[in-house]
């Protein structure tokens, strides 16, 4: 599954490629790195709201969670939503129904190749352009004791493409990467169950993807692993016979 990202790009970058505004008390910066149990905020588009970027955490609460204990432990299990689902899981099926569609920016992504007890993470980007689009669902909590809403959202997955299923081969799944023509209709169209459900199943073309491994930097606890050194190729004589995991 898909739980490390990256959007390594300046807030004027993210706005040409959209054509929306990212707004000035979001104060973002570059991200070489995080992964999803930091509980970043990240610059999400919306369906409702496809001109203006908006900061949410990684990690859907649906609206209908009753506490804060609650809403934190479906946070936990809400980081990926399977696509072929989100319109029958409790935790996805309102926020599906409801029309919450969402695109997530990113530069690139990171997954982990097995072999026997060794994982060696790789970094995945797009090669046709510098910013591409995941396919995401969100949500609004209002917490009962406080009164505060707080937006979050979750990444979807499908089948992995060759490439993703060389790579990430203990699961053989990937983020629903959206085309240009794809992220139009996502994030504008009324999608029928149907629609959004086909959509989702196109499998991203692997020639438009670029992977390499790069060093387990990227598990430091001692180490900054939001900095550029952690998107450093790195290589391991072990996978060097192993050319598909590579493009």
Request: glycine share 4%; with cysteine.
């Given at each position: 599954m898909?739980?490390h990202?990256?959007?390594?790009?300046?807030?004027?970058?993210?706005?040409?490629?959209?054509?929306?505004?990212?707004?000035?008390?979001?104060?973002f910066k570059?991200?070489?790195?995080?992964?999803?149990?930091?509980?970043?905020?990240?610059?999400?588009?919306?369906h409702?709201?496809?001109?203006?970027?908006?900061?949410?955490?990684?990690?859907?609460?649906?609206h209908?969670?009753?506490?804060?204990?609650?809403?934190?432990?479906?946070?936990?299990?809400?980081?990926?939503?399977?696509s072929?689902?989100?319109?029958e899981?409790?935790?996805?099926?309102?926020?599906?129904?409801?029309?919450?569609r969402?695109?997530?920016p990113?530069?690139?992504?990171?997954?982990?190749?097995?072999?026997?007890?060794?994982?060696?993470?790789?970094?995945?980007?797009?090669?046709?352009?510098?910013?591409?689009s995941i396919?995401g669902?969100?949500?609004?909590?209002?917490?009962?004791?406080?009164?505060?809403?707080?937006?979050?959202y979750?990444?979807?997955?499908?089948?992995?493409?060759?490439?993703?299923?060389?790579?990430?081969?203990?699961?053989?799944?990937?983020?629903?990467?959206?085309?240009?023509?794809?992220?139009?209709?996502?994030?504008?169209?009324?999608?029928?169950?149907?629609?959004?459900?086909?959509?989702?199943?196109?499998?991203?073309?692997?020639?438009?993807l670029?992977?390499y491994?790069?060093?387990?930097?990227?598990?430091?606890?001692s180490?900054?692993?939001?900095?550029?050194?952690?998107?450093?190729?790195?290589?391991?004589?072990?996978?060097?016979?192993?050319?598909?995991?590579?493009a």
């Amino acid at each position: 599954m898909c739980f490390h990202k990256s959007l390594a790009v300046t807030a004027p970058e993210l706005e040409e490629r959209f054509s929306a505004t990212v707004p000035e008390s979001a104060d973002f910066k570059p991200v070489y790195h995080t992964n999803a149990y930091q509980l970043p905020h990240w610059p999400i588009l919306t369906h409702q709201h496809p001109d203006r970027f908006e900061m949410m955490r990684w990690g859907l609460v649906p609206h209908w969670a009753k506490t804060s204990d609650s809403a934190a432990e479906l946070r936990a299990v809400t980081i990926n939503a399977r696509s072929e689902t989100i319109y029958e899981k409790p935790s996805f099926r309102s926020a599906a129904r409801a029309g919450n569609r969402c695109l997530i920016p990113v530069t690139g992504f990171f997954e982990w190749h097995t072999e026997g007890r060794a994982k060696y993470p790789f970094y995945i980007t797009p090669t046709d352009r510098k910013i591409i689009s995941i396919a995401g669902l969100w949500d609004e909590w209002a917490d009962p004791d406080t009164g505060e809403v707080t937006r979050t959202y979750t990444l979807l997955t499908t089948d992995a493409n060759p490439l993703l299923a060389a790579i990430h081969n203990s699961k053989k799944r990937m983020p629903c990467l959206l085309t240009p023509g794809d992220e139009q209709k996502w994030l504008h169209d009324g999608l029928t169950e149907k629609q959004a459900l086909t959509l989702l199943a196109d499998q991203y073309t692997d020639t438009k993807l670029h992977s390499y491994s790069i060093s387990k930097r990227i598990t430091s606890r001692s180490e900054p692993t939001d900095v550029p050194a952690v998107l450093e190729p790195y290589t391991y004589p072990e996978l060097a016979r192993q050319a598909n995991l590579f493009a």
